[in-house]
């Protein structure tokens, strides 16, 4: 991330929460025509470190900046930045096509473009229906819609992808693609971890709070490591002979071994110990297991 064209950004971010540490000294940059995926376990702080950034949480120490301001003293912030961040909170009784046409008179936009909303998100044939009776996936696209109204710079958008179907979620996708691809900026949370390797350039990934990676996905992934699927009941032999080798080792929950070398590197030393290690896949690792590798570490101190 370049931080001379970083669109939204913090510094030494952090709010307390009495003993809890919501979230603790981050600095993170997402910079012009990147899409930056924000990830990390259930109650890492993710929301409130959006929630910071859009000046509805006050920090305890600090600071956001969208755009180069704090949110709050952007001038016509609708146009500037899109949001979502709770996606479901909607008056219940308006039609899709009444809330959009509220925000867009907070917007400065027209009616024209809220039809133009309602085709790019396909809910031209439910827009006059009353948003309670939406299904999660069609309130979902109600909300990108919202944030997209004033045609902004950036977008904020707290797990956009949550409740939407295959055919919603490659249509997302493209869209946040698009969007970035026109020099524009994503910052997105999800817990859809094989979707985000597809979707961002940049990921920052938090736990209990801090920063564990700020940077390209592809740094996160082009680390010299792979991924050791074995046979039942082989596991331990293949962790000896990786042992054995001098390499840094750590088992993933789902069976699989990370292995810190080269995948060739690997694949040589176990089929030369076929007779111990058994059959062996290597694999290169992805956003699932530096996810789970990074937050397993910084929850339990795994010996390597
Ligand atoms: N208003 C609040 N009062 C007290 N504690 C809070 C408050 N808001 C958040 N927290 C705590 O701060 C921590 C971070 O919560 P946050 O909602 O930011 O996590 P998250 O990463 O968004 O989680 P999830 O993936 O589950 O949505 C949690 O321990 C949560 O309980």
């Given amino acids: 991330m370049y931080e001379e064209e970083a669109v939204i950004s913090a510094r030494g971010l952090s709010k307390r929460y009495g003993s809890v540490e919501a979230v603790a000294d981050v600095t993170f940059d997402a910079a012009r025509g990147r899409v930056v995926g924000f990830l990390g376990p259930n109650g890492a702080g993710k929301t409130t470190t959006l929630r910071m950034l859009l000046g509805l949480v006050r920090p305890s120490s600090g600071q956001a900046r969208v755009l ?13 930045v899109g949001v979502s961040v709770e996606a479901d909170a909607f008056v219940g009784g308006r039609t899709g096509r009444n809330h ?4 867009a008179g907070l917007a400065g936009c027209g ?9 790019l998100v396909d809910l031209r044939g439910a827009a006059d229906r009353a948003v309670r009776g939406y299904s999660t996936g069609m309130k979902r696209r109600l909300s990108v819609a919202t944030a997209l109204l004033g045609d902004p710079d950036a977008l904020i958008l707290d797990e956009p992808a949550n409740g939407l179907d295959p055919d919603g979620i490659i249509w997302l996708r493209g869209l946040l693609r698009d969007f970035a691809e026109q020099g524009r900026t994503v910052l997105l949370s999800s817990h859809l971890l094989d979707e985000m390797q597809k979707i961002v350039d940049d990921v920052l990934l938090v736990n209990r709070g801090r920063v564990l990676h700020a940077g390209p996905l592809d740094r996160l992934l082009g680390a010299e490591a792979c991924l050791v699927r074995s046979a039942a009941g082989r596991q331990d032999a293949v ?3 990786v042992e054995a080798h001098g ?3 750590l088992p993933l929950a789902d069976g699989r071994l990370w292995v ?13 110990q076929e007779d111990t290690a058994g059959p062996v896949h290597v ?6 297991s530096e996810f789970m590798r990074l937050t397993r570490n910084d929850r339990e101190e795994v010996a390597l």
């Fill in 283 to 288: 694999e290169p690792c992805t956003l699932e």
């Fill in 260 to 272: 810190g070398a080269p995948p060739r590197e690997v694949r040589t030393a176990l089929e030369a």
């Fill in 100 to 103: 959009l046409r509220c925000y």
């Fill in 239 to 241: 962790r000896g002979v």
């Fill in 68 to 80: 180069g301001s704090p949110y709050r003293e952007l001038h016509r912030p609708l146009r500037r």
């Fill in 111 to 119: 009616r024209r473009r809220v039809d133009e909303l309602l085709e």
């Fill in 247 to 249: 390499h840094d080792r």
